[in-house]
């Protein structure tokens, strides 16, 4: 065993795990040629990490329901292509391709910040902000003044401080939501809160409806949950409320997850003629309707939306569950989200809660206490930094990109940009190797080998990174070698 196989043999994925990463239909249909090419996506997604073990060939034949021959197939085409690498006795390992870099949540982990020429690197798979860092300042200031009164508690808070579930109840009720604290679950972010409710109200095999391109965390979760997906397309003029409507008739889905505030990635923003529409439907099938708000108050172009569920009629909201965070207008690094929901409901969710984490930390819900007091003064001016960097963006795009396309949204944090042809995964590999990470359009798509033509690029870097990384794109795109779909490959040819 080589020195690499020995640091990680530790490391390995299971078989049903393997398999509940793998769109619905390679699992339906595995053919070795759709597996290898799925397998591959994990791995420059960074949903599989590098140098982790894959399942023998027969343990997941099994898992996928394929023949041996298939899963043989599939490991040979990754060998062949550079993506795993076997040996006798030690198994199947995964890595990358010399000049490839990783994609996704593994370049955030182990890119290290630099890029292959050892400079800085540039960072936009993550679209989020840096914390404003006066507010912060004051804010943890704040809470360490409270904290030696919290230390003198055990600390444990299920549902989260009640001064803070009766802040964030407060914000909703000012944004034309009224909302008591027992209907306030604080969370370690809106992904935790998330999980906690696909888990409570969903089990394997489910149907959800969840639109599509959406939040590519939020599919990994329903996959990882071995939820079936049904898409709702949005595309860059919103929503087609018809077929929405047709799609939730048609399969009477447990739960619909939506984004219509500044929606991740397209920046689309619902109207609030289809938002009834999504209530009165949703309503209909019984379906529980999960609303994502954590753009919500990033409105650069228009006031910023009352909540989805307050357009209900009264007692109408039952079936709504509202999940949000401070990550967006705040600070990712601060892992302080919450669920909106009926108070029967917070209970239920609290109580799936304990037997995960018990608790969320008690000093991160001080510092949020206080930023949630100042809001209203922070916000404004991060939005207008917003508004300057968005510009800088499209000002980079036109000068060195002028055959992309894209649509300026209202709010939010990202353009959806239409690169012309279906070249996004190989563009974002070679972008990985001049130091710029960037998530390809098909992370986002319920389907593989959509979105293809996309990327998702942030403005929420500073002028002068975000001019530099378009450049450094604009090069990768225009380097004399084309660039090839992965469906176009030829070593997936067999």
Same mark, same amino acid.
Request: charged share 20%; aromatic share 4%; hydrophobic share 40%.
């Given at each position: 065993m080589n020195?690499?196989v020995?640091?990680?043999a ?9 398999a509940?990463?793998?769109p619905?239909?390679?699992?339906a249909?595995?053919?070795y ?5 799925a ?5 420059l997604?960074g949903?599989i ?10 343990e997941?034949?099994e ?11 599939a490991?040979?085409?990754l060998r062949?292509s550079?993506y ?9 390992w ?21 890029d ?13 902000m840096g914390?404003?860092e006066?507010a912060l300042a ?9 904290l030696?009164?919290?230390a003198?508690?055990?600390g444990?808070h299920?549902?989260?401080?009640p001064?803070l ?10 944004r ?5 604290p027992?209907q306030?679950?604080?969370t ?5 809160a ?7 109200l ?10 599509n391109?959406?939040y590519a ?16 397309a ?10 929405a ?7 009477v889905p ?11 990635? !397209? $920046? ?7 938002r009834?529409?999504? *209530? =009165?439907?949703?309503? &209909? @099938?019984?379906t529980w309707?999960?609303?994502d ?7 650069l172009?228009?006031?910023a ?6 357009l209900?009629?009264r007692?109408?909201?039952?079936h709504v569950?509202t999940i949000g965070?401070l990550?967006?207008?705040?600070w990712?690094?601060?892992r ?12 239920e969710l ?8 018990? !608790? $969320? ?8 206490l206080?930023l *949630? =007091?100042?809001?209203? &003064? @922070?916000l404004?001016?991060?939005?207008d ?10 000002d ?10 894209w649509r300026?949204?209202p ?11 279906p070249?996004s995964?190989a ?5 990985a ?5 960037i ?21 929420t ?5 975000l001019?530099?990384?378009?450049r ?14 992965p469906v ?7």
């Open positions: 020195r690499q020995a640091r990680t530790d490391r390995t994925i299971a078989s049903r795990q393997l509940a990463l793998l619905a239909d390679v699992r249909r595995p053919g040629r759709s597996l290898a090419e397998v591959r996506t994990l791995i997604d949903r990490a590098l140098h982790v073990r894959l399942p023998a060939e027969r997941l034949a898992a996928v329901g394929a023949s041996r021959a298939t899963v043989t197939g490991y040979d085409l062949e550079g795993v690498r076997s040996r006798r006795g030690a198994g199947t995964t890595e990358l391709p010399d000049g490839h870099g990783p994609v996704g949540a593994h370049a955030l982990v182990g890119a290290g910040g630099h292959a020429d050892g400079g800085t690197g540039i960072d936009l798979a993550i679209a989020a914390a404003p006066g004051d804010a943890l200031a704040q809470a360490a003044l409270q030696p009164e919290a003198r508690t055990p444990y299920p549902y989260g401080l001064d579930r009766t802040a964030v109840a407060e914000r909703f009720t000012r034309g939501l009224p909302t008591r027992e306030i679950l604080v370690s972010g809106a992904q935790h998330f999980t906690l409710v696909t888990a409570l969903c089990q394997a095999g489910d149907r959800v409806v969840t639109e391109p959406t965390n939020a599919l990994d979760a329903l996959r990882r949950a071995r939820l079936r997906t049904a898409p709702i949005v595309s860059d003029t919103g929503w087609d409320m018809e077929i409507e047709s799609t939730l008739h048609q399969t447990r739960l619909a997850y939506v984004i219509p505030d500044f929606h991740n990635p !397209t $920046g689309a923003l619902m109207p609030e003629e289809q009834l529409r999504l *209530l =009165a439907a949703t309503r &209909r @099938t019984g309707l999960v609303v708000e954590t753009m919500a108050e990033i409105a172009d228009v006031p939306p009352a909540p989805l569920a307050s209900a009629p007692g109408g909201t039952d569950v965070s990550s967006k207008t705040h990712g690094g601060l302080v989200g919450w669920v909106r929901a009926a108070a029967k409901m917070i209970t609290t109580a799936a809660r304990v037997s995960a984490d018990m !608790t $969320g930390s008690v000093l991160d819900q001080l510092v949020a206080h *949630l =007091a100042g809001m209203d &003064r @922070t404004p001016a991060r939005l930094l917003l508004r300057d960097r968005r510009a800088a963006l499209t980079s795009l036109r000068q060195h990109t002028p055959g992309w396309s300026i949204p709010g939010g944090l990202s353009l959806w940009v239409d690169l012309g042809e070249v995964s563009l974002a590999e070679r972008a190797a001049a130091g710029v990470h998530t390809r359009g098909a992370r986002f798509g319920v389907d593989p080998g959509t979105f293809e033509h996309r990327l998702r690029i942030p403005y870097l500073p002028a002068d990174r001019d530099e990384a378009v450094r794109l604009a090069a990768a795109f225009h380097d004399g070698v084309p660039l090839r779909s176009d490959r030829p070593h997936w040819v067999a």
